[in-house]
Nanobody, 122 residues
Framework: QVQVTESGGGSVQAGGSLTLTCIFS????????MAWFRQAPGKEREGVVD???????TYLDSVKGRFTVSRDISRKMMTLQMNNLQVEDTGMYYC????????????????WGQGTQVTVSA
């Protein structure tokens, strides 16, 4: 069965950087959209960025210019490079996968990782 596993979270000071990695296990990686979501305590889950089967991506406005997503089909891996991290970026970050999914279609993200914590201090 298809599974995703994310890693790379940690604690950094504002202005620092982290790289998150998501490993996809199972078949047909190239047939799935992939995405990063995050959720802060007491807040609604929000989509950070997706990368669709075409290679096109959509970023959350607040991370544009600071975060970059990439996909390596041969390694079945997706990464999120996060630069100039801010306190408001703090949260649990989740990798997700779904066939034909985009950020706004939350019901189509049917494969989820366990989450990796990102904490940014001032």
């Amino acid at each position: 069965q298809v599974q995703v596993t994310e890693s790379g979270g940690g604690s950094v000071q504002a202005g620092g950087s982290l790289t998150l990695t998501c490993i996809f296990s199972g078949s047909s990686f190239s047939g799935y959209s992939m995405a990063w979501f995050r959720q802060a305590p007491g807040k609604e889950r929000e989509g950070v960025v997706d990368i669709r089967i075409s290679g096109a991506s959509t970023y959350l406005d607040s991370v544009k210019g600071r975060f970059t997503v990439s996909r390596d089909i041969s390694r079945k891996m997706m990464t999120l490079q996060m630069n100039n991290l801010q306190v408001e970026d703090t949260g649990m970050y989740y990798c997700a996968a779904g066939r034909g999914a985009i950020l706004g279609a939350s019901h189509l993200w049917n494969v989820w990782g366990q989450g990796t914590q990102v904490t940014v201090s001032a």
